[in-house]
């Protein structure tokens, strides 16, 4: 391995250990605040965020604010957020997620990206419960929106990005939702999976409504 390929792996370390380090109950809560923000902005009106027929089909959704590329040029991509699925017609306690990626497109100026991911298939909730999902083996993925779209009817997976800056997309194969431990625990005051908060193992904290109602409204207007 050539000196500039392990002094990139030595960055993309510490970019992991930086961006993953353990979750307090404050920033738990400002990341919640975060995701319904984020989803507000994906559902307005003016026809380019997510659309009413998406959400009536999705069984779980991932909000994933300032999705961040690694530092010094490196390939690598972190983010945290949170993930609900549907109980009836209500949905979940939010379960703590992180999605990691290992291939970045174009993303001028260093900005942050807002991700959020449809599920289409409640047979896939499991897989996504799991504790590490990795899209292309676990399921298939597209984008779809902008010039990051690239046209597969048949994903399981709809993944949607906003920045202010140009931003391509990147190769969605190899990416990985995982199960955020320590940010469950800072949120729940407990250790607890995310398929147990999905399935009502735990009460809803007061700061996830405003995500909550809003997916309420988006799936039963």
Partial sequence: MSLKSRIGCIVAVLTVTAVLQAANPEEAHDRLESAAVVLDQFTDSSGRGIQPEQFAKADCVAVIPGFKKGAAGVGVGFGRGFISCRNGDNW??????????????????????????????????????????????????????????????????????????????????????????????????????????????????????????KLSQETNP
């Fill in 92 to 213: 979940s306690a939010p379960g703590a997620v992180s999605l990691e990626s290992a291939s970045l497109g174009v993303q001028l100026g260093g900005e942050k990206i807002n991700i959020v991911i449809l599920s289409m298939d409640k047979e896939l909730r499991s897989k996504l419960l799991s504790g590490r999902f990795s899209v292309g083996s676990d399921a298939s993925a597209a984008w779809v929106d902008g010039k990051s779209a690239h046209g597969d009817t048949d994903a399981k997976l709809l993944f949607f990005s906003q920045t202010k800056g140009t931003f391509a997309g990147f190769d969605l194969d190899g990416v990985t939702l995982k199960a955020d431990d320590s940010t469950n625990k800072a949120l729940y005051g407990k250790p607890i999976t995310n398929g147990e908060v999905v399935g009502g193992h735990t009460d809803v904290p007061e700061v996830a409504q405003p995500l909550l109602t």
